[in-house]
């Protein structure tokens, strides 16, 4: 699922009910002084425009309610249809790369694993890992928090987290440290010594051989992440570096602006609880051999410094021509 859209659903009805209350409060006339200044029409009048608010804030909710539930209903289809329509249509193509075929292989079993079994993984061993580009000298994989909802404790399951406090390490080193990214070098040589930490990067048109140099984590104010350094020797100046796999993926490059159009007819802007950017989403290529299913990302380039929400994603078209996700970051 892209977002966890239950949490996302009561958050709106906190929203909604918190503006809904504010207006009251900036709203809520005096009436006895009111109906002595003026009459009753402006007693009238205000009932009224507070029935209208009330009107559209349920009319939102049910609206979103729906969008919600439609995401839901999409996910939880998504592994059966995947197993049951795409995965036997792709296996049957004489055309099918054995890369291509070990991947959807590997992606049957993720589409049917928890959350906590896929973040006990570290993101570079992952099926697939999305890179990003914020500074000149900063290209890197990276790997986000995963918190625990299910505890009070909301603590952090990554595997990423889990390395740092085995090492007795934490996302900030100290005050001078937040808001930057602590690179961990002896940490990162220890955890590497013994481990091959070459991998296929995949650009908007190409693929490119680079490994992992170095990892480090990051903790400001709204956003924590960690990032493993890669080499950006092997990169072009011109390349738009999207995302890492272990597998040496053959991808058939071309966009699908039908796709395209699908995602953005599914997007609810105005249910979603955090600034996005879905509208920017867009496919750039597909598996050879493979249909329905497509990768996609939003981001500007050479840095995103535009975007609320750059991402990258595998999305796939089911029978109702309806999109839903597969992997997203």
Not at 94 to 108: G, R, S, V
Not at 203 to 214: A, C, S
Not at 224 to 236: A, C, R, T, V, W
Not at 276 to 303: I, N, R
């Amino acid at each position: 699922m892209k977002q966890n859209y239950r949490n996302c659903y009561f958050l709106l009805l906190l929203m909604l009910s918190f503006t809904f209350s504010c207006k009251q409060k900036e709203t809520q006339p005096d009436l006895e002084a009111i109906e002595a200044a003026m009459g009753s029409d402006v007693v009238a009048a205000d009932s009224t425009t507070t029935t209208t608010a009330e009107e559209a804030t349920e009319a939102l909710r049910q609206e979103c309610a729906a969008h919600f539930e439609e995401w839901e209903k999409l996910n939880s289809t998504r592994a059966a249809y995947f197993k049951t329509v795409v995965l036997p249509k792709a296996l049957s193509n004489p055309e099918l790369t054995e890369q291509n075929k070990a991947f959807l292989l590997a992606l049957d079993t993720y589409l049917n694993q928890s959350e906590e079994e896929v973040r006990a993984t570290p993101t570079t061993a992952q099926l697939l890992f999305p890179i990003f580009k914020l500074k000149e000298d900063e290209l890197g994989v990276f790997s986000f928090p995963a918190y625990d909802y299910k505890s009070e404790s909301f603590l952090d399951i990554s595997a990423e987290n889990r390395i740092l406090t085995s090492s007795k390490l934490t996302a900030t080193i100290d005050s001078t440290s937040i808001d930057k990214v602590v690179f961990h070098p002896q940490l990162a040589d220890s955890l590497f010594r013994n481990q091959d930490q070459t991998f296929t990067a995949f650009t908007t048109g190409r693929k490119v051989e680079t490994k992992v140099v170095n990892f480090g984590s990051y903790a400001g104010e709204c956003l924590e992440y960690y990032n493993y350094l890669i080499d950006s020797q092997p990169f072009k100046a011109s390349d738009k570096v999207l995302f890492g796999s272990r597998y040496n993926l053959d991808l058939a490059y071309r966009n699908y602006p039908e796709v395209d159009a699908q995602m953005k007819r599914q997007l609810k802007k105005e249910c979603a609880d955090c600034p996005d950017s879905s509208e920017f989403e867009k496919t750039f290529a597909t598996l050879k051999g493979v249909p329905d299913l497509y990768f996609t990302y939003a981001d500007t380039f050479p840095l995103n410094n535009s975007l609320d929400t750059p991402s990258r994603a595998l999305v796939m078209r089911m029978e109702n021509n309806k999109v839903v996700y597969l992997w997203y970051q």
